[in-house]
């Protein structure tokens, strides 16, 4: 089912070194529109090295990736920093959580619509003013925010500074800033890491939601089977830093390689 | 009693002048970490430019007070800005990625450059400015001592808390602010949520020096001379009220330095006044000691 929907992310033949040791090698993959792209493998496989070449923190060594929305074409890895997440719109979140800790959720949310706001107040001076584009923006800002803060039920907690929240809520909070961006690209680091059976089942169907309703691409590095296999519409499993198998999660079960990467090789 | 009245007004004007050059210093630890040495000599800078636009505007034969005053702070904040983000382009954003102490250095050496550049455009000699507000209220008079609360206090004080709201009511309330305190809670995370972080501390720079502009004029129109070296100690100064009112924290910035002004008036009024400076750097290293976080600040909470 997967390849009905257009072609989002082309990653073509990464590699990825440090200091002489290959993190990442000669990776290849594609991730589709309004699909889950689970990206798993064992610990040291360089899933994460993919997500810091996509999102910049990385200059990869060699490789291209990719972004098309509609007629546009990002060339990731030629853009630097801040414009990956602005112009291309490659939104992501931390296996270690990283919020604005001392920011009120809300506003967690509303700094990450920079371009919309400071475009509409014209880098503040209008602001300042109190012009009326500004004024509608800003409204416009927190409506998005309250979708999704209602989405993940967090409406609540909309004025405690974030750093507050319990685990499981600064999780979903994340992924809600990653939304707020209206990225076409979101990726995931171990989104359910730490999150107790019904906390990852709510995870999943948030993901299953954003999938079914907008128009975004899913990225995601998962160690918890359970949620990779019952949400994903394509895996691509590295050891090592190769891709050693890919395709959807039934073929991906029985697949020799992949059971032998996690299990360990019969003598 | 009227004397204690008299040197408190005395201490809030001059506890004002540091504490609008300590917003410039706290902001900008807030932001990127580093103590800016070179703050002390923005304000010096400032100070400088409002006397140049002052005389400008006397030889152009403008002499309508109101006009001069909003004149002056406005080219004042424009031009010193400019210095900021100068500054920041040339000694502190090549470092960035550098250890931790290569910015600081370059602030104490880009210190040292502005005082003898402005010592030669400028020459050596105290230059005075004629009093432009004079007269006062006369608050008490009991034969042998008045309170006077001058014109000039007046306006340097409501100066003072006008630039202040606005100036917090940008940072607390306005994307940019919101943008600047994400940038200083988490660098990378504001970059991946598409915030131009090099922008936004430029932004601080600029904000910083313009208040430190306002308060070199101030400090112009109170005292009535400038020189090059004004910024040393009344930089130092700022810095310590800083850390007395927690660093990185903007209201502890403006509280340490109305603490400051007080401690140093009071010191000079009822001690020594040629001890004044002992005393106020004496408080930082009490503060130093005792409670380096300051009156307002946060404790860094290491994360694992």
């Given at each position: ?139 416009e800002v927190i409506e998005l ?61 948030l993901l299953l939601f954003i ?57 | ?77 424009v031009f010193t800005s400019l ?222």
């Amino acid at each position: 089912m997967a390849n009905t929907e257009p072609l989002l992310l082309k990653v073509d033949r990464l590699s990825m070194a440090f200091s002489g040791l290959l993190a990442v090698d000669d990776v290849s993959f594609n991730a589709y529109n309004k699909n889950i792209t689970a990206i798993i493998g064992p610990n040291g496989a360089g899933k994460t090295t993919v997500f810091n070449c996509l999102t910049g923190f990385y200059r990869p060594l060699s490789g291209i990736m990719l972004l098309y929305h509609g007629e546009k074409r990002f060339d990731l890895q030629r853009m630097k920093d801040f414009r990956i997440a602005q112009k291309a719109k490659v939104a992501r979140t931390f296996q270690n959580i990283r919020l604005f800790p001392n920011m009120s959720v809300l506003e967690n949310l509303v700094v990450a619509q920079h371009n919309a706001l400071m475009r509409a107040s014209w880098f503040t001076v209008g602001g300042l003013m109190g012009f009326r584009s500004y004024k509608n923006k800003e409204k416009e800002v927190i409506e998005l925010a309250k979708y999704w803060l209602t989405r993940t039920d967090l409406v609540e907690y909309a004025d405690l500074p974030a750093g507050n929240l319990s685990y499981g809520a600064q999780r979903k909070l994340e992924i809600t800033r990653a939304m707020c961006m209206e990225p076409v690209l979101l990726c995931l680091d171990e989104p359910a890491a730490g999150l107790n059976p019904a906390e990852s089942s709510d995870l999943c169907e948030l993901l299953l939601f954003i999938k079914e309703n907008h128009r975004v691409g899913i990225l995601l590095i998962e160690h918890d089977m359970s949620v990779v296999m019952g949400i994903s519409d394509y895996i691509v499993v590295l050891d090592y830093g190769k891709k050693i198998a890919e395709g959807p999660p039934e073929s991906i079960r029985e697949n020799p390689a992949v059971i032998a990467a996690y299990l360990g090789e019969e003598e | 009693m009227e004397y204690f009245i008299q040197q408190l007004i005395n201490g809030l004007t001059l506890g004002a002048i540091y504490g609008l050059i300590a917003i410039g210093y706290s902001m900008v630890y807030g932001i990127i970490g580093m103590i800016n040495f070179a703050h002390g000599e923005i304000f010096m800078i400032g100070a400088f430019i409002s006397l140049i636009v002052v005389l400008l505007l006397n030889s152009f034969g403008l002499s309508w007070l109101p006009a001069v005053l909003i004149i002056v702070l406005v080219m004042a904040m424009v031009f010193t800005s400019l210095y900021g983000l100068a500054i920041e382009r040339i000694a502190y954003r090549p470092l960035r990625k550098s250890f931790r102490l290569a910015p600081l250095i370059s602030a104490i050496g880009m210190s040292i450059f502005l005082q003898n550049y402005m010592q030669l455009l400028q020459g050596a000699r105290v230059k005075p400015l004629q009093p432009m507000i004079t007269g006062g209220f006369t608050l008490i008079d009991d034969g042998d001592y008045t309170v006077v609360l001058s014109f000039l206090q007046i306006i340097i004080i409501i100066t003072t808390t006008i630039i202040v709201i606005l100036f917090s009511f940008i940072i607390y309330k306005t994307q940019l602010g919101r943008e600047q305190r994400a940038c200083a809670q988490d660098r990378v995370m504001a970059e991946l949520v598409g915030i131009n972080v090099d922008t936004t501390i430029s932004v601080t720079f600029i904000i910083g020096a313009a208040l430190a502009s306002v308060a070199g004029f101030l400090y112009l129109l109170y005292y009535g001379v400038v020189d090059f070296f004004i910024g040393f100690l009344v930089g130092i100064k700022a810095f310590t009220a800083a850390v007395l009112g927690g660093i990185g924290s903007l209201p502890g910035a403006l509280l340490g330095g109305l603490l400051i002004g007080l401690i140093e008036v009071f010191w000079s009024a009822y001690f020594s006044i040629e001890y004044k400076d002992v005393a106020a750097f004496s408080i930082l290293v009490l503060v130093l000691i005792f409670r380096p976080t300051g009156l307002l600040g946060r404790p860094e909470i290491e994360k694992v």
